[in-house]
């Protein structure tokens, strides 16, 4: 190992100029300051040698994982950037899984985040013979998040935070304990091994592929390729339901539509409790009121109508329901919306009456 790293060494020295970090990512900046990281690293003499080892295998990585899930990348982006955490910390999940929200390690960690069964229960992830939690997109980052915030208040900083997520909270301790610090540099060094090899890499990989990712990217601002746009809602269909039949009401291609729900297993809602959420693209919405009908047994619309509608500039919840001679609280449920906050241009279905429906109709022709 020590004969591999001096003539790695030789070579960086050797072409210094050319691959250098700094030259060739200028978003390291950004990056490393996202995630508690000294810029001096990027002079590091172990990561400049692991650049220069990986660097084309994990742009390879980078484009097919990007592909494979471009789907979710706008939902994980969102939800991160919403409970205050770095948009960045996507790369630790394409790490992870290559955001593939399906995928099963050796170990048998699951899904987008590689959750292990017992820290799933921990953070609230059903894990059962019908559904796994894990599977979820959705609910799989929001516990990732979680677990991250928790690594973070325990550690100081992110980095370390990324690392315990890998080798576990207790073998960081021991490591920061026998290094005498927790600093980067020297917890990574490849001769005093302070973390195993896979730990060392993990982090330098999750900062690689985020300097790669950025200097294309820009934070993904150019990736927004999404067919369904960057909105998802959650809507409540009947226990042992098949997604199959779903798709096709919505006319979604089913694997699609199996992807933002991977946690229910082969497709088939669980027979447990009579009703279950699942995600669809905000845009199929409305197709899924008209398409699909649920008796609520907490709350049941009278109307059989529905309309779309952009939300404009002094729109509020109540002017809308007294314009459509519907109930906030109507809206409300069937938009899934926990306050009365809207947005501009914000995708509303509104439940409207038979009268009020045609007469629309009427004035669009």
């Not at 700094?22 to 990056?31: A, F, H, I, Q, T």
């Not at 990027?42 to 080892?53: C, M, R, T």
């Not at 935070?161 to 960081?172: K, Q, S, T, V």
Request: glycine share 4%.
């Amino acid at each position: 190992m020590m004969r591999r790293v001096s003539v790695l060494l030789f070579f960086l020295t050797l072409f210094s100029h050319s691959l250098s970090i700094v030259d060739k990512y200028p978003s390291y900046s950004y990056v490393f300051s996202e995630f508690g990281v000294d810029e001096s690293f990027a002079y590091d003499s172990e990561f400049k040698a692991f650049v220069l080892i990986y660097e084309k295998k994990i742009k390879r990585f980078y484009t097919h994982s990007l592909k494979r899930g471009e789907l979710l990348l706008p939902m994980m982006k969102r939800r991160l950037m919403e409970d205050g955490l770095s948009d960045l910390f996507i790369y630790l999940s394409m790490v992870e899984s290559g955001f593939s929200s399906s995928a099963i390690s050796p170990k048998k960690a699951v899904g987008l985040w590689q959750f292990m069964p017992a820290t799933a229960k921990h953070y609230n992830l059903e894990v059962c013979d019908s559904i796994d939690e894990r599977l979820s997109p959705e609910s799989s980052t929001k516990a990732a998040i979680a677990y991250l915030e928790k690594l973070h208040r325990q550690f100081g900083k992110w980095y370390l935070a990324m690392m315990a997520y890998n080798c576990g909270e207790g073998r960081l301790k021991k490591a920061i304990k026998k290094a005498g610090t927790n600093e980067l540099d020297v917890l990574i060094d490849s001769n005093k091994k302070y973390l195993p090899k896979e730990t060392r890499e993990y982090i330098q990989k999750i900062l690689l592929v985020a300097m790669i990712g950025e200097n294309i990217t820009l934070g993904f601002k150019n990736m927004q390729k999404n067919p369904f746009g960057n909105g998802f809602m959650k809507v409540k269909v009947k226990k042992g339901e098949n997604l199959l039949t779903i798709a096709k009401l919505l006319k979604m291609k089913p694997k699609e539509l199996y992807m933002l729900n991977s946690e229910y297993k082969n497709g088939i809602l669980p027979q447990k409790k009579p009703y279950y959420n699942i995600t669809i693209p905000e845009d199929k919405i409305y197709a899924f009121y008209l398409c699909y009908q649920v008796e609520s047994e907490v709350f049941m619309l009278d109307k059989e109508h529905m309309i779309s509608y952009n939300v404009q500039i002094g729109d509020s919840l109540d002017g809308i329901a007294k314009t459509y001679h519907i109930k906030k609280e109507e809206i409300k449920m069937i938009n899934h919306l926990n306050n009365d906050y809207l947005e501009l241009g914000q995708l509303l279905v509104l439940p409207v009456s038979k009268e009020i429906f045609y007469d629309m109709l009427q004035e669009s022709h």
